[in-house]
């Protein structure tokens, strides 16, 4: 994005919000000037329903379109939808893809916007969050998602720094196998 460098180094100081991109800064600035601080949640307005509400479904949630691995996503939807039957994916994105990828499947729902208030209805009675990624550092839908009670399944890179491996699956960019796999058992 840039063609030079130098004016970067004029910098006080980098605040960053992954340990990812320390080496690079660091590099550039030296480890006095780059300072590590995890961007946050607000998890009194993010949080889980009052009680879980039994359903027949089982629904994964997708969130954005920022670095999204669209191509993964298509190849966990259909693979997970044909190994479940009570699975159903819903998408909130602005991402046209995902119309294309809701008019393939039955049970699949795409919304290209929603209210403030629907958005969190929707995180709170979701199963997992399943967010394929091109890349990461850190990503306000898997927040939002943990803080609300959603396990998350996602792709290695900075987003680490948020994720607790109680509640997490991690794959590298692509392995859309290994993701269905993991969402096709957690639902199991």
Known sequence: LFRSLDHFKRLDLVTLVS???IPFWTSL?????????????DTNYFSPPGSPSPRDRCRCLF????ERDFESLSEVISRVLAA??????????????CGTLAAGHKRTTWHR???????IALL?????????????????????????????????????????????????????????????????
């Open 19 to 21: 340990r990812s991109q």
């Open 29 to 41: 600035l030296g480890s006095n000037k780059v300072a590590y601080t995890p961007h946050g949640v």
């Open 63 to 66: 969130i954005g379109c920022h």
């Open 84 to 97: 479940d039957p009570r699975a159903e994916f819903l998408m909130l994105s602005r991402d046209p893809r």
């Open 113 to 119: 916007r929603v209210c403030e208030e629907e958005y």
């Open 124 to 188: 709170r009675s979701s199963d997992l969050l399943v967010l394929p990624l091109i890349r990461s550092t850190f990503n306000n839908a898997v927040l939002e998602a943990m803080a609300c009670g959603l396990p998350v399944i996602t792709t290695h890179g900075g987003i680490e720094d948020y994720l607790d491996n109680r509640s997490s699956l991690t794959f590298p960019v692509g392995d859309a196998r290994g993701m269905s796999d993991a969402v096709i058992r957690l639902l199991a």
